[in-house]
């Protein structure tokens, strides 16, 4: 089973930083990796998938970059409603598994 | 516009049982891969079961292995999970997902809760 590691738990960042997420894997998923987002009380909403392709209507803002083990995703800019949970997840191998999550909190 | 509406959570004992099921519209159900996620209280997401477009290929995490059943009715549209001996460690939200090209979610459902406890 691939093991997903996510840092930082917590990241605090002012509105209009920058923020850089990372996702490890225990061993190479090539760029099967995708990023979620997740607000209190709603379910997830896909980020990037592919490790670097936005899904539709996902502001430029965010980014995502890496391959085989290591997973950075960027929010260039941060709006009010970026702060959330975010989620890594490998689809190279069953079961796809996601990360613990990072928490974006307004610093 | 793609929507999943799940239904069926609730309120179990340790051992029992439970039939989860997904509605699915706004995209062709029959063509997709689906699955279930789940998301205990203040924890993370981890897949529980997927299957492929017909009833050959399922896959399940080792921990409901045995115990849950996914299906799908793709004349009705419909995803279920067959949930049996269901343990405290199950009490999560079910989300119904959509599996777009290569395992990733595509489109979430809102989630059912299911509480396991006496």
């Known amino acids: 089973e691939i093991v997903m590691t996510q840092s930082p738990a917590t990241l605090s960042v002012s509105p209009g930083e920058r923020a850089t997420l990372s996702c490890r894997a225990s061993q190479s998923v090539s760029s099967n990796l995708a990023w979620y987002q997740q607000k209190p009380g709603q379910a997830p909403r896909l980020l990037i998938y592919g490790a670097s392709t936005r899904a539709t209507g996902i502001p430029a803002r965010f980014s995502g970059s890496g391959s085989g083990a290591e997973f950075t995703l960027t929010i260039s800019s941060l709006q009010s409603e970026d702060f959330a949970v975010y989620y890594c997840q490998q689809y190279d191998n069953w079961p796809w598994g996601f990360g613990q999550g990072t928490k974006l909190e307004i610093k | 516009e793609v929507q999943l509406v799940e239904s069926g959570g609730g309120l179990v004992q340790p051992g029992g049982s439970l039939r989860l099921s997904c509605a699915a519209s706004g995209f062709t159900f029959s063509t997709n891969w689906m699955g279930w996620v789940r998301q205990a209280p203040g924890k993370g997401l981890e897949w529980v079961a997927s299957?492929?477009?017909?009833?050959?290929?399922?896959y399940y995490v080792d921990s409901v292995k045995g115990r849950f059943t996914i299906s799908r009715d793709n004349a009705k549209n419909s995803l279920y999970l067959q949930m049996n001996s269901l343990r405290a460690g199950d009490t999560a939200v079910y989300y119904c997902?959509?599996?777009?090209?290569?395992?990733?979610?595509?489109?979430w459902g809102q989630g059912t809760l299911v509480t396991v406890s006496s």
């Open positions: 997902a959509r599996v777009a090209a290569g395992g990733r979610v595509g489109d």
């Open positions: 299957m492929m477009q017909d009833e050959n290929d399922k």
